[in-house]
């Protein structure tokens, strides 16, 4: 059973950063595909980004494309996910998930979540 604990998440301006992390405990850490979704009030939970488990193969979201990266440390079973430029509308809570075989974006097959961190970019 792996457990996924994540952090960062905060109050920012738009056009600000911030740089989430999410530690894993409870499996092997390199053996899973890794992944940020997000979920703002009223909406479904949407896959922001996915990163394989050496780190060689990444995906983003359209609308954040260009101002997120998602990154991993082995060695410290971390994932992590800069974000630049941020906008009102990526307001969300910021979960981490985990799979055995891949992240697709269907939330449902999700295999290990955290709890969520919120972020909220407002003025």
């Known amino acids: 059973q792996v457990q996924l604990v994540e952090s960062g998440g905060g109050l920012v301006q738009p056009g600000g950063s911030l740089r989430l992390s999410c530690v894993a405990s409870?499996?092997?850490?390199?053996?899973?595909?890794m992944g940020w979704f997000r979920q703002a009030p009223g909406t479904e939970r949407e896959l922001v980004a996915r990163i394989s488990r050496t780190g060689g193969s990444t995906y983003y979201t359209a609308p954040v494309k260009g101002r997120f990266t998602i990154s991993r440390d082995n060695a410290k079973n971390t994932v992590y996910l800069q974000m630049n430029n941020l906008k009102p509308e990526d307001t969300a809570v910021y979960y981490c998930?985990?799979?055995?075989?891949?992240?697709?974006?269907?939330?449902?097959?999700?295999?290990?979540w955290g709890k969520g961190t919120l972020v909220t970019v407002s003025s």
């Open positions: 409870g499996g092997t850490f390199s053996t899973y595909d």
């Open positions: 998930a985990a799979d055995q075989i891949i992240i697709r974006p269907e939330a449902s097959s999700v295999d290990y």
